[in-house]
């Protein structure tokens, strides 16, 4: 589904990302540690799109990105700390927003599902303004998967959320890749991470150091694994 080769970004004198390849198959969960200024989201944005490589090459679903953005744009969701809905509208308006955009077909039923794919199909009329930041971060996943995408995209997904409200958003990302989406995830919550992945990799000063299947390590190797290249690294 992901194709990336030799991925690089500078800006000014400074390095980014360096020299990032890495392939993903359709339907795999990947979630993605590293420390603050590592390049994570920096990657996440230029896979998902939204930013382009100083060199190198992404490829998603057979597709190159320089030729084909706008098709590629309608296979991806992209999920942030960043709910990008309007407070003053109701999730049935936020939602009808970004469905017409996308030209979602059957859209007033496809709103109704999506919303109790996450949870909220109570809230249907309920203006933003009075949800929860757990419950806009699931409107926000909504959003993401209206338009019925291949490939999403979670930028800190957590951030913000108190542990009753991470279990439910757990809830849901668990349904996520059932259809077999493929997940790109990248999170500082280790516990929530490793135990919603199929594949975990580290990013350090703008490269990957460390790519495995999870089944491959227990979660108290893996930590210790990341501390050691963190540290190495400094």
């Known amino acids: 589904m992901i194709k990336a080769t030799g991925l690089t970004k500078t800006i000014g004198h400074k390095s980014i ?5 890495l392939n993903i198959p359709a339907g795999q969960f990947v979630t993605v ?20 490589p100083t060199k190198g090459q ?12 706008e098709a ?3 296979k991806i ?5 960043q709910t990008f809905l309007n407070d003053n509208l109701t999730a049935r308006e936020n939602l009808n927003f970004y469905g017409q955009m ?12 999506v919303l109790s794919e996450v949870g909220l199909e109570f809230t249907l009329n309920d203006p933003v303004r009075t949800f929860s930041r757990g419950m806009q971060q699931r409107l926000s996943i909504a959003r993401a998967i209206l338009h019925d995408p291949e490939l999403l995209f979670l930028d800190e997904p957590y951030t913000g959320l108190d542990p009753h409200a991470i279990q439910i958003l ?3 990302l668990g349904q996520l890749n059932v259809k077999k989406r493929t997940v790109f995830l990248i999170t500082h919550n280790f516990e929530e991470g490793f135990a919603m992945s199929d594949r975990v990799l580290f990013v350090v000063r703008g490269k990957i150091v460390y790519d495995g299947k999870k089944a491959a ?7 210790s694994l990341y501390l050691q290249k963190v540290e190495g690294a400094a």
């Open 17 to 21: 990302l360096q020299n990032i390849d």
């Open 33 to 52: 540690f590293g420390p603050n200024g590592a390049g994570k989201s920096t990657l996440l944005k230029i896979l998902a799109l939204i930013s382009k």
């Open 58 to 69: 992404v490829i998603i679903d057979g597709m190159n990105s320089n030729e084909k953005p």
């Open 72 to 74: 590629i744009r309608q």
């Open 77 to 81: 969701g992209v999920i942030s700390h």
């Open 102 to 113: 996308y030209k979602v077909p059957d859209l007033k039923n496809r709103v109704f599902d």
């Open 170 to 172: 757990n809830g849901v």
């Open 217 to 223: 390590v227990n979660k108290d190797e893996l930590k």
